[in-house]
Structure formats: structure tokens, C-alpha cells
């Protein structure tokens, strides 16, 4: 077993704080990264602060990893030392049940999350994410990363990019379409890059004005501020679909409305508290449908990724070192980030 060193949360309240634990042994058919990038996703924020009254603690977050190759099990067939590698939310799965057959482990009911499960390698403890300087994980899991790519712009494709890029494949956004993006920070930011790619004519909502330029940078062909009631009347009935990745409770309805007849909204934030209810009318009258949708199975994330590295696609990050995610943590939920803040993990050595 290897020493790791990570930051990691030990109850709801208090900040991240160093934390040392072990990785199990290199199995034969596993890979062992060391960690050069982790992002920041949400996610990490709602379980460190246990908003899904789920976690244990110690508590070491990070599901957007990036790192290089320093060991392989002897089965392994698929990665070498020295290879680009990458680890998103998910790290083991059953791997016989329909859904592991049709390469969606996300919706395995045995799926092994990369933090926050009970790790079956190491009983008695949990999986421990990112934040940390090197990971073990089964090759069937470990994702093969470009080198064509910024590397720190990289890592936020393995959660925020695979959690738009999946629902926009599925629901077959392109040419000839209106999508809208609701929420412009670590998903949405994605969502709209993934949305104009595949010739969508993408329209970004936002409660920030502040974004405005910034979401037609990213490629947004219109924005609105969602809190404006005149500018969301404008488009009414008019969207095929809209992907929603807003992180808190919100009405529902005023973006069903803008829904087309056979029009979908996807929902892939998950807020601590319910959304408050949706009218059901406004699914009724125009067969409209409300979805959700989780990450995306392992062979979409490589396609998702492959597909970023033929078209020049990555996240607009800031770069922090480990020892400021308290603070970026604050200024996520005050949605002061510019898209998403990505762990220099060699800051983690200063700190361990
Ligand atoms: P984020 O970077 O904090 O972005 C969320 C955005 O939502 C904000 O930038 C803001 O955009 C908007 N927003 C925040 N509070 C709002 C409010 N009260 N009303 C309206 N809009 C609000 O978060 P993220 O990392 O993109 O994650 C978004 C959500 O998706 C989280 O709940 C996360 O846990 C979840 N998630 C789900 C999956 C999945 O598989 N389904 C995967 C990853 C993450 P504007 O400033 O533009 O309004
Ligand atoms: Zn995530």
C-alpha cells in the first residue's frame, strides 16, 4: 500500500484541512496515477457541507482527475507508465446488469462512486477522491486523455463536461434546433460549448447579468436573464429542449413554459432541498417532458473526450492551489467562479 496525501473534510462544518490515508496495493488489472489536476465540481461542495445527508467522513472530494501513469497491474492492457490518464465520478460497477452491459455503469445500482462509497478494496473505508497526489483505480475505469489539450482545462471534462455532453447526445441536439442552457458555472459553461459544437442554436439563461459577455465568448447565440420576466416571455413555446444544470431549488415552470409541443427539460443539478413542485398542466397541455439525467457511462465519457480533442474543446478554469478551496468553495456558491476553479496538485506537496 502507498501513502497518499490529500485535504480532506472531517465533519460539515469545519474547513478542508491536510489528511494522509493509504491506497490499496496495484492490483493486476489496475492503473495508479499520479494526480496533476483535480476540478472543483458542485457535487464536492454538497457532500463536503453533507447537503445530500449522505457522507462520511473523512470526507477527500474530487471526481474531475488528471494525472499521468506511474504504475500498471500485469493485466493491463490498455495504459502504460508514463500515459496521460484520467479518473471521473466512477470507479467500479457491477458489470453484468443490463445497464453495465449497454455501457451505462452510472445507472448500475452497484456503481462504485470515486469518493463517498464504501470502498470494497479497503473495508471498513470509504473511496477517497481527487484532492489527493495519486489514485488507484481499475483500468476499466481510467480514461485515456489527450495530450493535444491544456491539462489543468482538461480535468473538468471528466464531471462538469460528460454531465452536458451525455443528455445533449441522448435528447440528439444539432443543426436546426433551439436549446437553451439554464446556469452558467461549472456545467453550464460546458453545456453551452457542447450545445453550439453540435449546431445547436444555443440560448444561455442566467440570474447573473453580469455573465452576459461572457456566455457569447463561450458561444451562447442568446442569452437571457431569467429573472426577467418581459425577456422570458419572448420565448415562449419555442425550444426543443433545454438542459438545466442550476445547483439550488428554483421554479420550474417559467422554463417548461418555453418548452415547444414534445419539448424536453433535463435536469442535472442536485439541489439540497426540492425544486418547488412543477405545474403538471404545463406538461399536459403540450406533452411536454421533464427528465434528469446522470453523468454519462465510461465509453461516453472516452467518445465525449475524443470528441474534445478533435474539436479544441476545454473548460475555462482558474487555477488554485489546494490551499485555497475553502475560499473557492465560498465564492462557488456566491457564483464567483469563471467556470471552474481546477487544484494545482503539486501545491498539495507545500501543504502535506
Ligand atoms: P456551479 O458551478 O456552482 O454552477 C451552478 C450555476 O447555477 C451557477 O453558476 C448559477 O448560474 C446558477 N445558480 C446558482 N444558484 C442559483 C439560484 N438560486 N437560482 C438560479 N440559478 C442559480 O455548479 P456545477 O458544478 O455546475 O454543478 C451544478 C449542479 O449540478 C450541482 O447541483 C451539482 O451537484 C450537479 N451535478 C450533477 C451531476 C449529474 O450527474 N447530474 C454531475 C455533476 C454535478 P448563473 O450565475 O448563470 O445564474
Ligand atoms: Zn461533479
Not at 493486476?28 to 453533507?50: A, K, M, P, W, Y
Not at 480514461?143 to 471534462?157: F, H, N, Q
Not at 492551489?321 to 496538485?345: E, G, H, P
Request: proline share 5%.
Amino acid at each position: 500500500m502507498a501513502k497518499a496525501i490529500s485535504y480532506a473534510a472531517h465533519d460539515p462544518k469545519s474547513p478542508l484541512a491536510p489528511f494522509s490515508f493509504e491506497r490499496r496495493e496495484v492490483g493486476n488489472t489496475d492503473v495508479q496515477i499520479e494526480i496533476l489536476f483535480c476540478g472543483v465540481c458542485h457535487s464536492d461542495l454538497h457532500q463536503v457541507r453533507d447537503e445530500w445527508a449522505n457522507s462520511t467522513f473523512p470526507l477527500v472530494p474530487g471526481h474531475e482527475i488528471v494525472g499521468r501513469v506511474t504504475q500498471v497491474g500485469s493485466n493491463v492492457k490498455h495504459f502504460k507508465v508514463g500515459d496521460l490518464a484520467g479518473v471521473g465520478c466512477m470507479v467500479d460497477s457491477c458489470g453484468t446488469c443490463p445497464d453495465c452491459a449497454e455501457g451505462l455503469e452510472q445507472y448500475c445500482n452497484h456503481s462504485v462512486f470515486t469518493y463517498n462509497s464504501p470502498d470494497k478494496h479497503m473495508p471498513g473505508q470509504a473511496t477517497y477522491g481527487g484532492y489527493s497526489n495519486q489514485i488507484v483505480v481499475d483500468e476499466r475505469f481510467t480514461l485515456k486523455i489527450s495530450d493535444k489539450l491544456d491539462l489543468a482545462a482538461t480535468a473538468p471534462l471528466l464531471c462538469a463536461g460528460i454531465t452536458t455532453y451525455s443528455p445533449l447526445r441522448h435528447w440528439k441536439v444539432g443543426p436546426g434546433q433551439k436549446v437553451g442552457i439554464v446556469g452558467l458555472g461549472g456545467l453550464g459553461h460546458m453545456g453551452v460549448k457542447f450545445a453550439k459544437a453540435f449546431g445547436a442554436h444555443t440560448v444561455l439563461f442566467t440570474t447573473s447579468a453580469n455573465k452576459v459577455e461572457d456566455a457569447k465568448r463561450l458561444g451562447a447565440d442568446e442569452v437571457v436573464i431569467s429573472k426577467d420576466s418581459e425577456q422570458m416571455q419572448q420565448h415562449l413555446q419555442s425550444f426543443d429542449f433545454i438542459l438545466n444544470t442550476v445547483a439550488a431549488p428554483h421554479n420550474l415552470d417559467q422554463f417548461m413554459a418555453l418548452l415547444k409541443r414534445d419539448g424536453s427539460m433535463c435536469l442535472v443539478g442536485v439541489p439540497d432541498s426540492p425544486h418547488p413542485s412543477p405545474n403538471i398542466a404545463n406538461l399536459i397541455f403540450k406533452r411536454r417532458q421533464l427528465a434528469g439525467s446522470l453523468i454519462g457511462g465510461i465509453r461516453e465519457t472516452q467518445e465525449m473526450l475524443d470528441f474534445c480533442a478533435e474539436h479544441n474543446i476545454t473548460s475555462d478554469v482558474e487555477l488554485i492551489a489546494i490551499q485555497d478551496i475553502n475560499t473557492a468553495f465560498d465564492r462557488m456558491l456566491k457564483s464567483d467562479v469563471k467556470y471552474r476553479f481546477v487544484i494545482d496538485i503539486a501545491s498539495l506537496k507545500q501543504a502535506a
